[in-house]
C-alpha cells in the first residue's frame, strides 16, 4: 500500500534540503524521480548520490513560460509525471515595515504564483488519465503568526487555500493534492538562519513537546505516504510533520 512502484515523481528544488530527502525517500518506495533546480552542479550531485533512478533537469520554476516545456520534456523522455512535489520555495527574514513591493513580490511569485502554475500544467495532464498526486509544502508559517517573515507567511497561507480549492476541482477526476506543513527541520538553511538568532531557536524548541527538531527524511517519509495508495482517501489535507509545534504552547 506505500509502494511507489513504476511512479514518476517530479520534485521541484530536489537538489538539497527537504526536496533531497522526498526524492531520496520516494526512490527508496520505487519511484522514479526527476529533480529540477537553477544549480546545474547541485543537481548532477544530487542525482549521482540518489542513483539509477534519479533524473534532473536546469529549471527556473519562476520562469513561468518554460513550465509547459519542462512537463512535456519529462513526459516525452522520462514518462508520465504521476506524482508532482512543489518543494521549490524562497524565504526572507525582515521587519515588515522595511519589506519592499519587490520582495513582497519576489517571494509570492516563486512560493505562490509558480506552484499554481506548474500545478495547472501537470495536473492538466493527470485530470485527463484519471490518475495523479500532487504534494505541496507549507510550512508553520500558515499554522500561527512568525513574526519577521510576511510575505513568506502569505505565500504558505495562499498554498493552504490552493489545496482546498485545487482538491475541489481535482477530486472528480481521480486527482488527490494535499501539503505538508514542516515544522522545524534541520536542513542547512534552518541551522543557517537559527545560528544568527539563538532567542528565535530556543523558541521553537520550547513549544516543539517532542523536544528535538525534525530531520528532512521525518518530511520524505510523509511525502511517500501521502502519494501512496495508503493514503488514497486524503485530499484536501495540510499534514503538520512538527514534532507537537503547531499545538505546542
Avoid: W
Avoid at 507567511?153 to 506543513?181: C, T
Avoid at 517519509?221 to 510533520?241: H, N, R
Amino acid at each position: 500500500m506505500f509502494s511507489l512502484a513504476n511512479k514518476i515523481a517530479l520534485i521541484t528544488g530536489g537538489g538539497s534540503g527537504i526536496g533531497f530527502a522526498i526524492a531520496t525517500s520516494m526512490i527508496e518506495a520505487g519511484a522514479k524521480v526527476v529533480i529540477t533546480g537553477r544549480r546545474e552542479n547541485a543537481l548532477q550531485e544530487a542525482v549521482a548520490s540518489l542513483g539509477e533512478n534519479a533524473y534532473y533537469v536546469v529549471n527556473d520554476v519562476t520562469a513561468l513560460q518554460h513550465l509547459e516545456g519542462l512537463v512535456a520534456h519529462i513526459e516525452n523522455n522520462i514518462g508520465e509525471i504521476d506524482i508532482l512535489v512543489n518543494n521549490a520555495g524562497i524565504n526572507m527574514k525582515k521587519p515588515a515595515l522595511e519589506v519592499t513591493d519587490e520582495e513582497f513580490n519576489r517571494i509570492i511569485h516563486t512560493n505562490l504564483n509558480a506552484v499554481f502554475a506548474l500545478t495547472r500544467t501537470c495536473a492538466s495532464r493527470m485530470t485527463a488519465r484519471k490518475r495523479g498526486v500532487i504534494l505541496m509544502i507549507s510550512s508553520m508559517a500558515a499554522y500561527y503568526g512568525i513574526d519577521r517573515v510576511p510575505a513568506y507567511s502569505a505565500s504558505k497561507h495562499g498554498v493552504e487555500g490552493l489545496v482546498k480549492a485545487l482538491a475541489m476541482d481535482f477530486s472528480p477526476h481521480n486527482v488527490r493534492i494535499n501539503a505538508i506543513a514542516p515544522g522545524f527541520i534541520e536542513t542547512a538553511m534552518m541551522q543557517t538562519a537559527m545560528s544568527s538568532d539563538p532567542a528565535r531557536m530556543n523558541k521553537a524548541l520550547d513549544r516543539t513537546p517532542m523536544g528535538y527538531f525534525g530531520k528532512p527524511e521525518d518530511i520524505g517519509l510523509a511525502a511517500v505516504f501521502l502519494a501512496s495508495e495508503g493514503a488514497k482517501y486524503i485530499t484536501g489535507a495540510s499534514l503538520p510533520v512538527d514534532g507537537g509545534n503547531s499545538i505546542g504552547f
